[in-house]
Nanobody, 125 residues
Framework: QEQLVESGGGLVQAGDSLRLSCTAS????????MAWFRQAPGKERDFVAT????????VYGDSVKGRFTISRDNTKNTISLRMNSLKPEDTAVYYCAAYSGYGRDLYRRSSYDYWGQGTQVTVSS
């Protein structure tokens, strides 16, 4: 059973940057379609970004496009989410997710087989 562990969350001010990381413990991250989702209090868990197995193709949710960057480091078996120009509305628990299949809807949380425990990001105004 794959285990994903996130790190890097914290409390920052609006306009600051933060970097989240997610490490897989069983297989290499390049074996999976990897993604970040986030869930604010009282809201659904929403898609943030995903990266293909090639590590080249990425897709972002509209609310983070141009501010967030997803990347992969094969030497550390880690994916990262670099978040710039943070806004109070970015406040949420951020989750790393992975699935090993193909052809699923990448924007749906039900497509992903494995999840991390989440890391809190709080952006003050």
């Amino acid at each position: 059973q794959e285990q994903l562990v996130e790190s890097g969350g914290g409390l920052v001010q609006a306009g600051d940057s933060l970097r989240l990381s997610c490490t897989a413990s069983v297989r290499t991250v390049s074996d999976y379609q990897m993604a970040w989702f986030r869930q604010a209090p009282g809201k659904e868990r929403d898609f943030v970004a995903t990266i293909w197995r090639t590590g080249i193709t990425t897709v972002y949710g509209d609310s983070v496009k141009g501010r967030f960057t997803i990347s992969r480091d094969n030497t550390k078996n880690t994916i990262s989410l670099r978040m710039n120009s943070l806004k109070p509305e970015d406040t949420a628990v951020y989750y790393c997710a992975a699935y090993s299949g193909y052809g699923r809807d990448l924007y749906r949380r039900s497509s992903y087989d494995y999840w991390g425990q989440g890391t809190q990001v709080t952006v003050s105004s």
